[in-house]
């Protein structure tokens, strides 16, 4: 059975049962097995570079083979390597200390070993399908999980080229990749996995989560929301903007990190209206038949995004299309819409109620940093952060006041690049992390084993009955401040 051609639920079921089945007949896998595994999925993604280029290209319409390279391809292979590098170091057992202390006087020993949890569930988004993919795939298989995979169905070609891709290199007792539209997605998310991570919209999670309540599947969410930029009163303008620029036209917005909304203060607005327009003309010079700007996935997003600008124009926003060669992008081939400023935004106004995902960007002023702060505090905590500033103190204020999945300073997006810290989000931003150790932590099991001591001696006679007044001694060392 090939893995393309599973689509009901049935099917779905005899597979995980499969692959259940293997991962007990098996047991757990070698370091080296770990490692073989890994190793065969970078293989994949050197090996079919091209293919998923042109791939990402023909789904989105329009899709710079450049920004593929780095985002979807070099961005896989690094968490690739980093887990093939480490998980030696990874699967030890943990010593810990035993409880009373003197127990372990006496030899016995606390320990957590690390075990695969067995088939974890991958849901993986549209955006960027391949190293959302292969990104989870790095802790999931260091781990010595086994994997069903089911790709977006926005991104046909590619979820077929990694259906082919994975099918070519792995039985489906191992990785098997399932496609199809939402009706299949429903089903794979109600299957009874050991794991299951998604990857996509807080709305559709909402939904994930409740199918998996059903069998008590424990889940990693990597959601998204309205990511802020606070820009320091000590911030370089023009460092910022271009930094913040490149965030939000990177695939074409289309980043569950983009800077969502800016944050600038009131005396810095059009220094920063100014750089961000000279910013966007030096990456982009022209936009329409440019191939490193990115088009929206689909007529849908297309429209959404269209909506917001429109709904803030006409509520009173002042509106900044940055086309710097003045281009008109109503008759295009593809659905391609310039990076758009939105300049001091109410609250009542689409475009700051939603996730934008787009190349558009709300900028609003304000006086006092605490100001911003307060701002952020009164909407849900976002996946991520971004403060651009020397200032030290006002960096720790706005560090220790705000709650978000990470943060980057003087930079946007880069923190998801850091394969030592943890990725992942909080509230509705998601649940759970992932990347480099904290992957594998989030996809093992940790068994607490204790090894009691081998003679009968006091301590534990102490603790049965009858009680005399060396349990009543001991107990009250324990009974008190």
Not at 102 to 117: D, N
Not at 121 to 134: A, D, R
Not at 158 to 177: C, K, P, R, W
Not at 203 to 213: E, L, N, S, T
Request: hydrophobic content about 40%; overall charge neutral; aromatic content about 8%.
């Amino acid at each position: 059975m090939s893995a393309a051609a599973v689509h009901d639920e049935a099917s779905m079921k005899a597979l995980l049962a499969k692959q259940k089945a293997a991962h007990l007949r098996d047991g757990e896998p070698s370091a080296d097995k770990r490692i073989e595994r890994l190793n065969r999925c970078i293989g994949l993604l050197v090996e079919n570079q091209k293919a998923i280029e042109e791939a990402l290209n023909a789904d989105f319409g329009s899709r710079s083979k450049e920004a593929t390279a780095f985002t979807d391809i070099a961005a896989s292979i690094g968490p690739l390597k980093h887990a093939r590098d480490n998980l030696r170091k990874w699967m030890r057992p943990s010593k810990r200390k035993t409880s009373p202390p003197i127990l372990g006087l006496f030899g016995a020993k606390a320990e957590v070993r690390y075990q695969p949890k067995g088939v974890v569930g991958v849901i993986s988004p549209w955006n960027f399908p391949v190293n959302l993919t292969f990104a989870p795939l790095a802790g999931i298989l260091a781990a010595g999980n086994r994997a069903m995979i089911k790709p977006s169905e926005y991104t046909p070609a590619t979820s077929a080229l990694m259906a082919q891709m994975f099918g070519g290199a792995f039985s489906d007792e191992e990785i098997a990749v399932i496609t199809g539209g939402p009706e299949v997605g429903q089903a794979f998310a109600g299957l009874a996995f050991d794991h299951l991570i998604f990857t996509g919209a807080t709305g559709i999670a909402r939904h994930v989560m409740k199918a998996a309540a059903e069998n008590l599947v424990p889940l990693t969410l990597e959601l998204g929301g309205k990511s802020p930029v606070i820009i320091g009163k000590s911030a370089d303008m023009g460092v910022a903007a271009a930094r913040i620029m490149n965030g939000k036209t990177l695939n074409a917005g289309q980043i569950c990190l983009a800077p969502d909304y800016v944050l600038t203060p009131s005396d810095k607005l059009e220094g920063f209206i100014a750089e961000a327009q000279g910013a966007v003309k030096q990456m982009f010079p022209t936009i329409k038949d440019n191939p490193d700007y990115t088009s929206i996935v689909a007529q849908r997003h297309y429209d959404r995004i269209q909506g917001y600008i429109d709904d803030a124009r006409a509520k009173g926003a002042r509106v900044i299309e940055i086309k710097p060669d003045g281009e008109d992008l109503t008759q295009q081939e593809h659905r391609k819409i310039a990076p758009t400023l939105i300049i001091e935004p109410t609250d009542d106004m689409k475009v700051m109620q939603e996730e934008i995902f787009g190349p558009v960007l709300p900028v609003k002023t304000y006086k006092a940093v605490g100001d911003a702060i307060d701002y952020i505090n009164g909407r849900d905590r976002p996946l991520g952060l971004y403060y651009f500033g020397d200032d030290e103190a006002e960096r720790e204020q706005v560090l220790a006041r705000t709650t978000s999945g990470g943060v980057t300073v003087n930079d946007v997006v880069f923190h998801v690049a850091q394969e030592e810290l943890p990725f992942g989000g909080v509230g509705p931003a998601g649940m759970g992390s992932y990347h480099g150790h904290d992957g594998f932590l989030e996809f093992s099991h940790k068994k607490a084993i204790y090894s009691q001591i081998k003679k009968d001696i006091g301590p534990l006679k102490q603790m049965r009955p009858p009680y005399g007044p060396a349990i009543r001694k001991f107990l009250e060392g324990q009974i008190r401040r």
